[in-house]
């Protein structure tokens, strides 16, 4: 039986549930980060952006994690949308994320173009703005990189109201995988006295992810005797000086910054 088949769990803490799928990502999917690490370093190195994609309500918090964030990768143009994140409220996002035609809109907003690279994170992988988005990444000849998990996409039948109409899978349609076996639920932690799951895990995996492909990355760069451009903290001495070096280089580029 799969790891994630025994969630959610209650004879377990949560720090080692933690521990347990950071180790399964690790040596199940290290060879598709690493490849991850790859597409977005060349990409990098061509003086271009990285698209960070969140396909509704929480998914934001991978692109935003990777935005603007001292000790991560300065050409990274986030594709946020505050009407479809939680802040212009919870069940507004939920009915917005499964909109079909939403997200192309966006992408076109942020004039995505052939040839560049599109991480694009959601947890179940099956929503309007996820296949809209990686649809739309296919038709203009994008490459891309997917964030989510298998096991929503094998259990949710077609026709269930967060599918796309087209009950496609995101990991059929994207150039390379990432898996965060994110279990039906999310949540993965059972308490004795309530009756529904607690503790949604995706935030931990979906965030050491983000970290292993950016360090993936640099790696690669640096072994191509490029310097990757790293944002500092604009908390530590200098920090101001050397970020404002990459302000002027990508301000163009990265339409949110």
């Keep these: 039986m799969e790891f994630f088949g025994k969630y959610p769990v209650q004879d377990m803490s949560f720090i080692d549930i933690c521990k347990e799928f950071l180790d399964e990502i690790e040596a199940r999917e290290k ?9 977005i370093g060349d990409r990098i190195m061509e003086g271009e952006v990285i698209f960070a994609v969140g396909c509704g309500g929480h998914s934001y918090l991978p692109p935003m994690d990777m935005f603007c964030r001292a000790g991560s990768l300065v050409p ?21 994320e ?25 947890n179940v992988g099956i929503n309007a703005m996820t296949i809209d988005a990686a649809e739309e990444c296919k038709r203009i ?19 269930h109201p967060s599918r796309h109409p087209g009950n496609k899978n995101i990991r059929d349609l994207v150039d390379i995988y990432i898996d965060d076996y994110n279990p039906v639920g999310d949540a993965v932690l059972k308490i004795e006295g309530l009756d529904v ?48 070096k990459y302000i002027k280089e990508y301000y163009n580029k990265v339409k949110l910054m």
């Design 141 to 159: 000849g994008a490459k891309m990189i997917g964030v989510a998990g298998s096991p929503w996409q094998d259990s949710i039948p077609a026709g």
């Design 31 to 39: 060879e598709n980060i690493e490849k991850a690490g790859m597409m």
């Design 197 to 244: 799951p607690l503790a949604p895990i995706s935030t931990i995996t979906d965030g050491y992810i983000v970290r292993r492909i950016e360090i993936e990355a640099v790696k690669y760069m640096i072994g191509k005797g490029f310097k990757p451009p790293v944002w500092v903290s604009a908390n530590v001495q200098g920090g101001d000086v050397i970020n404002e």
């Design 76 to 96: 990274i143009n986030a594709t946020l949308d505050v009407s479809t994140t939680t802040i212009t409220g919870g069940f507004r996002s939920i009915f917005l």
């Design 98 to 122: 499964r909109v079909p035609g939403y997200m192309k809109a966006l992408l076109k907003y942020f004039r995505l173009e052939k040839d560049d690279v599109v991480i694009i994170f959601n």
